[in-house]
């Protein structure tokens, strides 16, 4: 294959990804349903201020994460600075759908005068949000900012790929934890009795489960990266010989 032709896209690959972005937007409508349905919708002024936090941690910090994580996969033969663009504007607006959210669920305990962060999950949650902050920071400086050097970026891509794939897996079981806390809260010995609304939260569960079980698939399917583009190349073989101690215009 010629060094400037576009990189076929593995056969079985298009149909995970589809499948995978079938499950988060069944994932996201389910839990407008819940909402809707059991827990009274989202009203920031009332009562039903904290039911925005459901939704967004689902939407920012699950379905957009998952699918800024996948973006390298998708786009297989776009410049690899437009994906990078695209990777890290998904993730921004994972991170302020995820901040309102936070909002939501603090605004709401400090009205209501309950108290803030001493469950497992108030815990997890305030961890997972760090980390991701922090992640995109660094990502950003790293990939996106003008002048980092080159050898960083490749010293530091594994572990942004590793903190990536685990910050989003911290999410889902973070989600996990606040779903069962939710049932266990709301419905307390009902939820032992089959009751419609936790069947249907506990399909949610499922579907959180099968979502990052979809994408975290395709992720480590290492036949199913996306191949380095002619620009990238020179790029290593540039930094190659520069390590090696000659001139990239020695030869």
Known sequence: MEGGSAASTPAALPYYVAFSQLLGL????????????????????????FNAHPLCMVIGLVFLQGDALLVYRVFRNEAKRTTKVLHGLLH?????????????VFDYHRKKGYADLYSLHSWCGILVFGLYFVQWLVGFSFFLFPGAPFSLRSRYRPQHIFFGATIFLLSVGTALLGLKEALLF??????????????LANVLGLLLACFGGAVLYILTRADWKRPSQAEEQALSMDFKTLTEGDSPGSQ
């Open 92 to 104: 921004v607006f994972a991170l302020v759908i995820a901040l309102v959210g936070l909002v939501a």
């Open 26 to 49: 069944t994932l996201v409508a389910m839990t407008g349903a819940w909402l809707g349905l059991y827990r009274g919708g989202i009203a920031w002024e009332s009562d039903l201020q």
């Open 186 to 199: 709301n419905l307390g010995d009902k939820y032992s009795a089959f009751e419609p609304e936790g069947v």
